[in-house]
């Protein structure tokens, strides 16, 4: 056995009894020869060592004070070591004794130790919590965050994790991961009362504690395919969301392995409540996105073509290059086949953004309401002024609107603006003409005063609709010019003979490369064109001089 320390009546070599040096003292005192043999040990060190378990034979050192030991005799400066002895960690500190000998002052330090280690999880556990968050917020698609949390689960959490959706009607979609393994997924009409707590967690009540689990009643569809080993514990909790629960994480651990402690299922909560609020948010993101997509084709411009032998052409730019929609829109309106006259309205709402499109979505739905009337265009602007200026926008609009019908081989255009820039009509010989059409703006007075005019437009010749974000479009060399209609003049004189979609496709090009990227307003343009393979022969130029007569109605 380990020697017992010296006594009066056994005293050391000097004449030195042991006892006064070390023998009393409260710590567990070991006295090692330079070969590492354990020569003289105190009574605290022979409890100890006594208690310990599966120690070094006697006469040796443990291990770990052994390997520093052997560095000390060797010539390296000694250092503090730790070891554990009988499950109990210790902090061993050297001196020199007599005879060459080591004395190795044990102290004790377990409760710093784990402290330490809990210190060393939690912040482990919260830099996971940080990398958890980065990675399921990164995303906004509802499956793509459901995967990233599953697979997060089993590779952090458990061995096997199940994320089971809301209902859809009777039937739940189940999202399975396994360490290391592939996310499957089904959809499947399953009884959530076979798994303890699933259905109160479903529900959004507090979770079920483990330890009121039975591994064995867990049903196979809670299983992800492929798991082997039956079941030894298993977490049931809820994956809290906005209002309402985003589904339920099932955390499953085979029998071979530790059973989840207290520690690891609070965590556990805690990656939930993380997982919950993103899959929540991605929710909620495509609700609104679908709601967003839906108002969006009710606000987008018409995709245009040719109607009863007239071309057809729009192009529309936002402000704001992220956005679809803003305050400039077009619509056309094809007539019946007994009248073949075409409504088409350009307009502009003060504003742009959101704001303005909800009032240019009003605005369109009035106009559409009003098209058994299009004929008489004082009367649909006088009705569109009323519903404006009773509603509770406090924005205005400009319009200008087109009645088209072709006649033989011409086609003729009402035009009526309400605020509204005059539209250009570009002529076959290369002249750019200014419709002679004026008006009050729309949501502004009591009551709308217009001037009608006709123009006629000979096959090649074409009536272009637009925008002030056109003419305003601020840019040029020095970055403060505007386009300007002389601009926009001599670019519509290049489009002579032009297709409808080329004259608006030239149009928005130069004013987009005057802007040469800098901010802008909505821009809108709309060509009416007749076509050089319309109805009749093709107008000449210096021909048919009565195709470009005007009439004008005044009111």
């Not at 377990?110 to 060393?120: G, K, Y």
């Not at 992800?224 to 994480?249: E, K, N, R």
């Not at 519903?387 to 088209?404: D, Y």
Request: glycine share 10%.
């Amino acid at each position: 056995m380990i020697p017992s320390p010296g006594t009066p009546d056994r005293p050391r070599s000097g004449g030195v009894h042991v006892s006064t040096a070390w023998g009393d003292a409260p710590y567990p005192v070991l006295v090692a020869d330079r070969g590492g043999n354990v020569v003289e040990t105190n009574e605290a060190a022979r409890h100890l060592f006594t208690r310990a378990e599966g120690e070094p034979a006697v006469g040796a050192l443990p291990d770990w004070l052994a390997r520093a030991h052997r560095r000390l005799t060797g010539g390296i400066p000694a250092q503090r070591v730790r070891g554990t002895v009988a499950e109990r960690t210790f902090e061993a500190h050297p001196s020199s004794g007599e005879d060459g000998h080591t004395v190795w002052w044990l102290v004790e330090n377990t409760d710093l130790h784990l402290a330490e280690q809990a210190l060393r999880g939690e912040r482990e556990r919260t830099a996971l919590l940080v990398n958890i968050s980065s990675a399921l917020f990164s995303s906004l698609n509802v499956d793509r965050c459901t995967e990233v949390t599953v697979r997060m689960a089993a590779d952090h959490l458990a061995d096997a994790a199940v994320i089971v959706a809301p209902s859809q009607g009777h039937r739940h979609t189940l999202t399975y991961a396994q360490v290391g393994g592939e996310v499957t997924r089904k959809t499947a009409a399953i009884d959530p009362h076979t798994v303890p707590g699933l259905t109160e967690a479903l529900q959004g009540f507090p979770p079920v504690p483990t330890r009121w689990i039975d591994p064995g009643d867990i049903p196979d569809w809670a299983v992800p395919p492929g798991f082997t080993g039956p079941i030894g514990s298993v977490i049931v909790t809820p994956l809290p969301g906005y209002g309402m629960p985003a589904g339920v994480l099932v955390l499953l651990r085979p029998s071979t392995r530790q059973a989840f402690s207290d520690g690891e299922e609070v965590f556990a909560r805690l990656f939930a409540a993380r997982a919950g609020a993103a899959l929540s948010a991605a929710r909620l993101y495509a609700e609104q996105a679908s709601i967003t997509t839906t108002l969006l084709r009710e606000l987008l411009p018409p995709k245009l073509e040719r109607v009863h032998g007239v071309e057809y052409a729009g192009i529309y730019r936002a402000a704001m290059d992220h956005e679809r929609v803003g305050g400039d829109f077009y619509d056309v309106h094809p007539g019946t086949d007994a009248t073949k006259e075409t409504f088409v309205v350009l307009g502009d709402v003060a504003g742009k953004g959101l704001e303005a499109a909800v009032l240019t979505g009003k605005i369109r739905s009035v106009l559409h309401a009003l098209l058994p009337l299009s004929t008489d265009h004082q009367r649909v602007l006088n009705l569109l002024n009323d519903a404006v200026l009773t509603s509770h926008h406090t924005r205005f609009a400009t319009l200008v609107l087109a009645s088209v019908r072709r006649r033989q081989d011409q086609v003729r255009i009402r035009l009526t603006s309400a605020g509204h820039l005059p539209p250009l009509v570009v002529r076959t010989d290369g002249r750019v003409e200014e419709a002679p059409t004026r008006g009050t703006l729309i949501g502004a007075l009591p009551a709308v005063r217009t001037q009608t005019t006709e123009v006629a437009l000979a096959p090649g010749e074409t009536c272009l609709l637009y925008t002030d974000g056109i003419t305003e479009a601020r840019g040029g060399p020095l970055g403060d010019q505007l386009y300007g209609e002389e601009r926009l003049r001599a670019a519509l004189r290049e489009c002579v003979g032009m297709p409808a979609e080329a004259v608006v496709e030239r149009v928005q090009m130069l004013a987009s490369q005057w802007l040469g990227g800098r901010e802008h307003d909505d821009m809108a343009t709309l060509a009416i064109t007749n076509p050089v393979d319309g109805h009749g022969a093709p107008h000449m130029a210096g021909g048919h001089n009565d195709s470009r007569a005007y009439t004008r109605e005044g009111r």
